[in-house]
T-cell receptor, first 113, second 113 residues
Framework: NAGVTQTPKFQVLKTGQSMTLQCAQDMNHEYMSWYRQDPGMGLRLIHYSVGAGITDQGEVPNGYNVSRSTTEDFPLRLLSAAPSQTSVYFC????????????FGPGTRLTVL | AQSVTQLDSQVPVFEEAPVELRCNYSSSVSVYLFWYVQYPNQGLQLLLKYLSGSTLVKGINGFEAEFNKSQTSFHLRKPSVHISDTAEYFCAVSDAARGKLIFGQGTELSVKP
């Protein structure tokens, strides 16, 4: 199993550009989520999904869109990048059961100039 | 709404010394509690979790945590640390109803020889 994979590993954008961060998992997990990690702020939940076709907002959803057309994939779209979105982004997946262990991808380091 | 506070942003210790990383949480509903570890330039991995039952939970790499309901705390301990324990540690809470994971700000553990 590859687990949770994320692409790209690094990305530099200019303000106003759009892009999609890719996330895929091969563990047949129902639950997938996106976090951003900023120094001193821990991980903050952006969006999450409990299954294909179902998504919901987390703590910091503004400026991001998600969709879940398959169980395996959960892409995160930045519509118009801003410097405040400079961060490290982590995708995670788990079975949809209470207290299930979340498995994290290796992260995407995004810089917006 | 739940929240998690990690009381120390950085904890420097010498090798073979004991360590305690402190975590307090607030919630109006039943919760599950977690500790995750992030080694440099990697994603997060689960150290241990508390669901119910015994308040002392043992995890991987010799770590343990104690759930204290009256003090709403879930402190992480290790009796003797190694250089390889140098990492960032995150406390997290998941509410029993919805399953979303909320992270604390993180504690950087630095183990010196």
């Amino acid at each position: 199993n590859a687990g949770v994979t994320q692409t790209p590993k690094f990305q530099v954008l200019k303000t106003g550009q759009s892009m999609t961060l890719q996330c895929a998992q091969d563990m047949n997990h129902e639950y997938m989520s996106w976090y951003r990690q900023d120094p001193g702020m821990g991980l903050r939940l952006i969006h999450y999904s409990v299954g294909a076709g179902i998504t919901d907002q987390g703590e910091v959803p503004n400026g991001y869109n998600v969709s879940r057309s398959t169980t395996e994939d959960f892409p995160l779209r930045l519509l118009s990048a801003a410097p405040s979105q400079t961060s490290v982004y982590f995708c995670a997946s788990s079975y949809f059961e209470l207290a299930a262990e979340q498995f994290f991808g290796p992260g995407t380091r995004l810089t917006v100039l | 709404a739940q929240s998690v506070t990690q009381l120390d942003s950085q904890v420097p210790v010498f090798e073979e010394a004991p360590v305690e990383l402190r975590c307090n949480y607030s919630s109006s509903v039943s919760v599950y509690l977690f500790w995750y570890v992030q080694y440099p330039n990697q994603g997060l991995q689960l150290l241990l979790k508390y669901l119910s039952g015994s308040t002392l939970v043992k995890g991987i790499n010799g770590f343990e945590a104690e759930f204290n309901k009256s003090q709403t705390s879930f402190h992480l301990r290790k009796p003797s640390v190694h250089i390889s324990d140098t990492a960032e540690y995150f406390c997290a809470v998941s509410d029993a109803a919805r399953g979303k994971l909320i992270f604390g700000q993180g504690t950087e553990l630095s183990v010196k020889p």
